[in-house]
């Protein structure tokens, strides 16, 4: 389409884009598969040679120790695909390996969870209305009481 300097509505947008998705999986896909296959095979393999025999050796353990855990489950092309995932993940074990720390170190960032940090302490009730037995304590109605006996009122003696 040759470009316009006319806006596009959002509907005719939709439609462009709709037209644009249906059309996409109408294309054979098996044209595009396998030159991604070629290109991720040599790109493992030119990540390969950049591994020390070491990491080489511990890539390839970790996609043995995979397999045995389960012998059954992977097709040939997951097998390929788990030996190219083991290969890339090796450079950057080896690069958080380098990194010199000791058990001294303490952590660079610790956790504080946002629960503990924010929470508020709890508040007392305002006091309830006196007489009322369920907002009371056990111990408030005792202590509710004078600790003196009142004086009569006809002698005024205690």
């Known amino acids: 389409m040759p470009p316009t300097d006319k806006p596009v509505s959002r509907r005719e947008f939709a439609r462009r884009a709709a037209i644009g998705a249906a059309s996409a999986t109408l294309l054979p896909l098996r044209d595009f598969v396998p030159a991604a296959n070629a290109a991720a095979t040599a790109q493992a ?19 043995q120790a995979i397999l045995q855990q389960y ?3 992977f097709s040939e092309a997951q097998k390929a695909e788990l030996k190219r995932l083991s290969i890339a993940l090796q450079p ?53 009481k004078p600790a003196t006996k009142p004086a009569t009122p006809a002698t005024g003696k205690p």
């Open 45 to 63: 393999a030119a990540s390969d040679a950049k591994l020390s025999p070491q990491s080489q050796a511990e890539a390839e353990s970790r996609y």
């Open 71 to 73: 012998p059954d489950r």
């Open 92 to 144: 950057s074990l080896d690069h958080l390996r380098a990194y010199p720390i000791s058990n001294s170190d303490l952590p660079a960032l610790y956790l504080k969870p946002l629960v503990d940090r924010d929470k508020k302490p709890v508040s007392k009730p305002a006091s309830a209305a006196p007489g009322s037995a369920k907002s009371a304590a056990p111990g408030a109605a005792s202590s509710a």
